[in-house]
């Protein structure tokens, strides 16, 4: 168990609709990372914030956007969604900033969009 | 365009070989760590490498960051069926924050 924990673990919804999943970072982490993962591929970057504050952004697409809370939970939230945004997406947090820190997965919201 | 560039991609092996997975990149990487991810779990850290030239073992894993900073490898000395997974590099770039991945090598090791 990493501490770091996701919801929903499976979600489907139909095109054109909006989704949000959620991260609980571990105790103590400042840092929330989002990733998405399309079928046998590796890990694409979308967003990271630390402490409340957008820190780094990758290939988020338009139509997603994330947030972290003052109880530093995060959320992303899909909308318009289409079929290819099928994908598992992951939280990671961590205590620093920098990546340099050892990061810590929740198990992942398996998405499929019909 | 991918950052980092793993190889293989896809390798299977029988129980008891040696292999090599590389992560290799154009760009200078402050650390660059190294991930195995079981299916339907997420990543989980295996080491991080910082200093250039650093050589760090964990049982019969041996990881290599290179002189550079630009690649690293990952070498497995008597495969177990145990160590089948995705293996993914990171690298953290010292002008961003965000860890960025490779695209994965997908490990099989036949018993």
């Known amino acids: 168990d990493s501490g770091v924990t996701q919801t929903p673990k499976h979600l489907i919804t139909a095109t054109g609709q909006r989704v949000t999943l959620r991260c609980s970072p571990r105790?103590?982490?400042?840092?929330v990372y989002w990733y998405q993962q399309s079928l046998d591929q590796g890990l694409q970057f979308l967003i990271q914030?630390?402490?409340?504050?957008?820190?780094a952004k990758g290939n988020i697409l338009e139509r997603f956007s994330a947030q972290q809370f003052p109880d530093l939970h995060s959320e992303l939230n899909l909308s318009s969604l289409e079929l290819g945004d099928s994908a598992l997406y992951f939280c990671?947090?961590?205590?620093?900033?920098?990546?340099?820190?050892?990061?810590?997965f929740g198990q992942g919201t398996r998405l499929t969009v019909v | 365009t991918q950052l980092l560039e793993q190889s293989p991609q896809f390798l299977s092996i029988q129980e008891g070989e040696n292999l090599t997975v590389y992560c290799n990149s154009s760009?200078?990487?402050?650390?660059l760590q190294w991930y195995r991810q079981e299916p339907g779990e997420g990543p989980v850290l295996l080491v991080t490498?910082?200093?250039?030239?650093e050589v760090k073992k964990l049982k019969r894993l041996t990881f290599q960051f290179g002189d550079a900073r630009k690649d690293s490898s990952l070498h497995i000395t008597a495969a177990q069926p145990g160590d089948t997974g995705l293996y993914l590099c990171?690298?953290?770039?010292?002008?961003?924050?965000?860890?960025?991945f490779g695209s994965g090598t997908r490990l099989s090791i036949r018993p």
């Open positions: 990671a947090s961590s205590v620093a900033a920098s990546g340099g820190t050892e990061a810590f």
């Open positions: 914030y630390y402490n409340g504050e957008e820190r």
């Open positions: 105790s103590g982490d400042l840092s």
């Open positions: 990171a690298g953290v770039r010292s002008s961003a924050s965000k860890i960025i």
């Open positions: 760009s200078v990487f402050s650390s």
């Open positions: 490498v910082v200093t250039g030239g």
